[in-house]
């Protein structure tokens, strides 16, 4: 009796504690009493159709999301804004999930957003708007129990340079850059770009990004560690594949460990010390003695 009440209670300690990362990862930064108004600036995004956000799961948990609005350089449209938030809503639910590569159609990342759609929604109550409903879907993106790459080919400007840092890597092909172009268009980044480049690449590297406008190419971004590698490939198929390839080094392995891998990293860069510490020990409590653990004991590997 005494041990199947035991193994209960643990199971039901382990399903709250789950739930509990799963709250804090799914939390929102802004909600109505922000002043958000969701389901209005959602209605106006509605209006700006053109392109689409494509997803694939492939059999060995690798997700590949595709930005695909190729005659305007794969631009967000306000119907794009819409669909990454539906994508990454399904990649949070996609619980065989380990990595994911984001790259854009046609040989290019992102030009940022679609000028017709920020045109028309140019009143600061709609900008404010506009760029809390992408801060939450970056975050969560960031957040996302995977471990993801941004495959930089041609170019990544403006809203697109900021989602390249909401991966936790950037792979960069030949010619490529990335390029925060926002003080020319009389901005500073909205998506969360700025606090997120700061964290990647320190303060001073930031600032000189930001207020220089500067582009960064291949070689460039792999000083200021923005970039992991120069693919050799420049070719859609080729970088594809070498993003694969480059990926699966650290996808390799249980999704349940991989993904409690990519959990205590998020916690370790998000939460103050001593609640990073407490979300490692509820995640450590997540596989430890779970099926990956109790194999490796059996195998006893020998670590050389």
């Not at 690798?62 to 609005?69: D, K, P, Q, R, Y």
């Not at 380990?98 to 854009?104: F, R, W």
């Not at 989602?163 to 020319?184: N, Q, Y």
Request: overall charge positive; some cysteine.
């Amino acid at each position: 009796f005494f041990p199947e009440m035991a193994a209960s209670l643990w199971k039901s300690l382990l399903q709250t504690t789950k739930e509990r990362i799963l709250q804090q990862r799914r939390a929102s930064l802004y909600i109505g009493a922000h002043g958000y108004e969701e389901e209005l600036i959602k209605k106006k995004l509605q209006q700006f159709t053109g392109g689409s956000i494509n997803l694939s799961k492939e059999d060995n948990g690798v997700g590949i999301l595709t930005l695909n609005n190729p005659k305007l350089m794969n631009a967000f449209t306000g119907t794009m804004m819409l669909e990454l938030q539906e994508r990454v809503t399904e990649l949070e639910n996609w619980k065989d999930g380990k990595g994911l590569i984001i790259y854009g159609a046609g040989n290019t990342f992102c030009s940022g957003s679609d000028l017709n759609a920020v045109k028309a929604i140019s009143n600061s109550q709609d900008g404010m708007n506009m760029c809390m409903f992408m801060q939450n879907t970056l975050t969560r993106l960031t957040r996302l129990p995977l471990i993801s790459v941004a495959l930089v080919q041609g170019k990544a400007v403006g809203g697109g340079a900021e989602l390249t840092t909401a991966c936790d890597f950037r792979l960069m092909t030949p010619g490529s850059e990335i390029r925060f172009v926002h003080k020319h268009m009389g901005l500073v980044p909205g998506w969360g770009g700025a606090a997120r480049l700061v964290q990647i690449v320190g303060s001073g590297a930031a600032l000189r990004l930001l207020s220089g406008a500067a582009r960064v190419d291949p070689e460039k971004a792999l000083h200021l560690g923005l970039s992991e590698e120069t693919l050799s490939s420049s070719d859609e198929t080729g970088a594809l594949e070498e993003a694969r390839a480059w990926l699966s080094q650290y996808t390799e392995g249980p999704a349940s460990v991989i993904r409690a891998v990519k959990k205590v990293v998020t916690a370790g860069r998000e939460l103050p010390l001593e609640a990073a510490l407490r979300t490692e020990k509820d995640i450590f409590g997540t596989v430890w003695g779970g099926p990956a653990n109790l194999q490796a004991l059996v195998r006893r590997p020998k670590h050389k």
